[in-house]
């Protein structure tokens, strides 16, 4: 390998982004841009809820029950409704994603000290998010039931409310969230966005610089020169992954001081780490850019190929842990996976290569083999 | 163009120009071996992909217990953590041991129940449970701990409702609000049908956007489009085929993805009417180029046009309401995304497929929907025009 070619390679290269300047902004305002929306979007926490009562027994009861989903955050009110026949087009319009039903006689049961069954329709549409409301609306009954428990209990045997609500409930949950301890929803997406960034960005930008040659026909260039096929590709791709290199600092650093991400890991790891996620996705494109002859192939292809593993398996929405067996397998097979364990790691666990070098292993046989796939791959003699 | 038209041969003559165009798009699409390719493997295997076992709900959190009691009470209430939403993973003998099956990530959750658990509990006493949860994935930690609480509360008022004479034949008589949930719309909860309309969603962005756009900038690029302005065609006649050929392509995979994924395999419902969902997404497709194409005029190579594109097709998709909940999101972005067509068409895509709505309570998102293509594709017209005169 010369050089000396490999770097008139790479000055030609990074001459031709330069000088288009619409692609060089481009190429480091998507990273910001991303992480700006990504980072205020994706937000995982569900919060206000549209939901719409039919109160049926009209008691103070009653009435100091829907008054705690009035209170509470994650629900929005939306109105109360007469009858149950208002609910089906509310519903499928989608304008309210759940409706609380409180039977008759809610009042009179409950303080005859007897159960009473409230019903919840909860729009299906989107699991998640109807799995969540449940969630909440059976946290709400607990601590409306327990009041209620404390209160008759304390009553038939005659007890302080204390040590009723003590023989009621024995036994105290005491919950301590680790890594995260305010179990906020930006501390798992904004590091997990810098994986998200490096998966989409790196690979468009080398696939569409290839492929342009191909297109324009300006790769015959290369064909009939004296550069080998190493010292091309080298060259070609070490602008690309300077660009790369230079936004990994300063998507850490939006999450870091934008998103108030805590970093506790070591610097230099995670940022060796990156690069070399940096290096995969770069070989993911550059495999793409040699397997097609158009642009426009190029772009869906890589597109679809890094959002559909990284939304699915990377563990950004979806903790890999919960995955169905089978979909497990097809997620180790996805680099995205193992880099988001290592951002978790650094940014929220604080640990380094002590344990994350499973990960970091994977990563490499990856990056090797990739780069040497789009090396053996790429020929100067082509066949059509 | 339309006030061009007046003679019915003249007419004739307008939709042969339109057709011949399509024709000639269609043709250069399909020789583009890898681009059809791909085409199969997103509208079939994608699809299928996401359909088939991602979930998001918490399912199968890795538990860890420190159990210092080993009594049956311990037991049991360990017994009680469990399928779907807890995968019970063993005994530690040491909490430590356990803190660093969570660092290693791979379980979420440690359980520490005390000595004499079973005492104090028997004798009426309060004690208590620590439960430490890795909120590395915030919401799996908050479901993981709510989950819980439900569990020990229950098993904590069982337990002492047995003790006081309160439970009737397994039933307590006690003054508790009970839940009784009715999901509509999917009552199974079947994830499969939420993941493979999404996907068919995400996909069917990613093409409408960047295959008429990619078309008409590297018409520019190669030069061929001055041949076309040459010709009697008249701006919109060279815009339109493009879009119409590669709607006509996108509808084929929706058609292939709707009937040999969603319907053959996942068991999705139509609940609406077949005609009004093709009739939608014609007119998303439609909807969406246009954007590609108001981004193709502003761009100067093909380069340019797919960074451009991806730029607003990425947040797009993520952000549009499938993945997460719009309303969560603070305000001034909840507004930008009511720009996003793919926003309306969500409403609109579920609402036909699972509930069964019509036109009379979709009109706003349709309307919606309109008003933006319309003014994304007149505008990408608009430019594409004065960049020829």
Same mark, same amino acid.
Request: glycine residues 6%; without cysteine; charged residues 15%.
């Given at each position: ?5 490999? =770097? ?10 330069? !000088? ?74 989608? +304008? ?16 005859? #000290? ?39 209990? =304390? ?20 919950? +301590? ?38 297109? +324009? ?33 300063? *998507?850490?650093?939006? /999450? ?62 979806? @903790? ?14 996805? @680099? ?42 790429? !020929? ?5 | 163009?339309? %006030? ?45 992909? /996401? #359909? ?10 890795g538990l860890v217990v420190h159990d210092a009691d080993q009594?049956?009470?311990s037991r049991?209430l360990i017994y009680r953590f469990?399928?779907?939403?807890f995968?019970f993973d063993g005994l530690v003998d040491?909490p430590?041991d356990g803190?660093?099956r ?5 379980d979420?959750v440690l359980l520490d129940i005390?000595?004499?658990? %079973? ?10 449970v620590q439960m430490q ?11 993981? =701990?709510?989950?819980g ?6 098993? #904590? ?57 990619? =078309? ?78 108001? /981004? ?20 797009? $998709? ?12 603070? $305000?001034? &972005? ?7 067509? *793919?926003? %309306? ?15 009379? $309570? &979709? ?25 020829? +005169?």
């Amino acid at each position: 390998m010369n050089v000396r070619r490999v =770097a008139a390679v790479a000055s030609k290269e990074w001459r031709e982004t330069v !000088r288009d300047r619409m692609f060089l902004s481009l190429a480091f305002l998507i990273p910001i841009l991303w992480m700006l929306v990504f980072g205020y979007g994706m937000v995982l926490d569900v919060e206000n809820i549209p939901y719409a009562v039919v109160d049926r027994d009209h008691s103070s009861l009653s009435r100091d029950y829907l008054y705690r989903f009035q209170q509470s955050r994650y629900f929005d009110f939306k109105g109360a409704l007469t009858d149950e026949r208002e609910v089906e087009p509310l519903l499928a319009s989608s +304008r309210i994603r759940a409706v609380i039903i409180i039977p008759e006689k809610f009042q009179e049961r409950l303080l005859a #000290g007897q159960a009473v069954g409230v019903q919840t329709l909860v729009d299906g549409t989107f699991p998640l998010r109807s799995d969540i409301t449940k969630g909440y609306v059976i946290a709400i009954n607990t601590a409306f039931s327990e009041e209620l428990v404390v209160a008759h209990v =304390a009553r038939i045997k005659g007890l302080a409310p204390d040590r009723a609500r003590q023989l009621i409930q024995p036994i105290k949950l005491e919950v +301590r969230y680790l890594y995260n301890q305010e179990v906020k929803s930006a501390w798992t997406i904004a590091p997990a966005l810098v994986m998200l960034v490096l998966t989409l960005a790196p690979p468009l930008l080398t696939a569409l610089g290839i492929v342009r040659e191909k297109e +324009r026909g300006s790769i015959y260039n290369i064909y009939s020169s004296t550069v080998s096929r190493l010292e091309f590709l080298v060259g070609k791709l070490a602008p690309y992954v300077a660009i790369s290199a230079f936004n990994i600092l300063v *998507l850490w650093l939006m /999450a870091v001081y934008l998103f108030a991400a805590p970093f506790k890991g070591n610097g230099l790891f995670f940022y060796a780490t990156a690069l070399l996620f940096v290096f995969i996705t770069t070989g993911q494109g550059l495999i793409v850019s040699l397997l097609v002859n158009t642009q426009q192939a190029a772009a869906i292809i890589t597109v679809v190929l890094s959002i559909v593993p990284t939304m699915l398996y990377g563990g950004l929405l979806v @903790p890999v842990s919960a995955l169905a067996p089978q979909t497990k397998v097809i997620a180790h097979l996805f @680099p995205e996976m193992y880099f988001t364990n290592i951002v978790h790691g650094t940014f929220l666990k604080g640990v380094g290569i002590e344990v994350l070098w499973p990960d970091v292993s994977v990563l490499v046989v990856y990056a090797i083999s990739l780069l040497s796939i789009g090396y053996w791959l790429f !020929r100067k003699r082509p066949s059509v | 163009m339309m %006030h061009a038209v007046r003679s019915p041969m003249l007419q004739a003559v307008w939709w042969r120009r339109i057709s011949v165009m399509i024709v000639k798009e269609l043709r250069q699409l399909f020789r583009d071996k890898a681009l059809i390719g791909f085409f199969f493997w997103a509208f079939i295997m994608d699809v299928y992909l /996401a #359909g088939s076992g991602t979930s998001m709900q918490l399912v199968n959190a890795g538990l860890v217990v420190h159990d210092a009691d080993q009594t049956v009470s311990s037991r049991e209430l360990i017994y009680r953590f469990h399928q779907p939403y807890f995968r019970f993973d063993g005994l530690v003998d040491h909490p430590k041991d356990g803190l660093r099956r969570l660092d290693f990530g791979d379980d979420i959750v440690l359980l520490d129940i005390p000595p004499r658990f %079973h005492e104090m509990l028997a004798s009426g006493e309060s004690t208590s449970v620590q439960m430490q949860v890795a909120a590395t994935h915030s919401p799996q930690g908050l479901s993981a =701990a709510s989950y819980g609480a439900r569990i020990v509360g229950e098993f #904590g008022l069982e337990a002492s409702a047995r003790a006081m004479g309160l439970s009737a034949n397994g039933n307590l008589s006690l003054p508790v609000v009970r839940s009784d949930h009715r999901i509509w719309y999917n009552p199974n909860q079947d994830e499969s049908w939420f993941m493979s309309i999404s996907e068919v969603l995400t996909i069917t962005t990613i093409f409408a956007v960047l295959l008429p756009a990619a =078309a008409l900038v590297r018409e520019r690029e190669r030069g061929t489009v001055e041949q076309l302005l040459v010709s009697p065609l008249s701006p919109f006649q060279i815009m339109f085929p493009k879009v119409a050929a590669m709607t006509l392509v996108i509808l084929a995979g929706t058609a292939m993805s709707l009937f040999g994924i969603l319907h053959a395999i996942f068991n999705v419902p139509m609940k609406g009417s077949l005609a009004l969902y093709f009739a939608m997404t014609t007119l998303y497709v439609f909807t969406t180029s246009g954007l590609g194409l108001m /981004a193709a005029t502003i761009a100067n190579n093909q380069a340019q046009v797919s960074l451009m594109t991806i730029l607003v097709v990425a947040p797009m $998709i993520n952000l549009s309401g499938t993945w997460t909940p719009p309303e969560a999101m603070p $305000i001034w &972005l909840r507004e930008l995304m009511l720009l996003s067509p *793919l926003h %309306h068409f969500v409403n609109i895509s579920y609402g036909i497929q699972l509930k069964g709505t019509g036109l009379d $309570i &979709l009109w706003p998102s349709v309307l919606s929907m309109v008003a933006l293509g319309g003014a994304l594709f007149g505008f990408g017209l608009w430019r594409f025009r004065r960049q020829f +005169r």
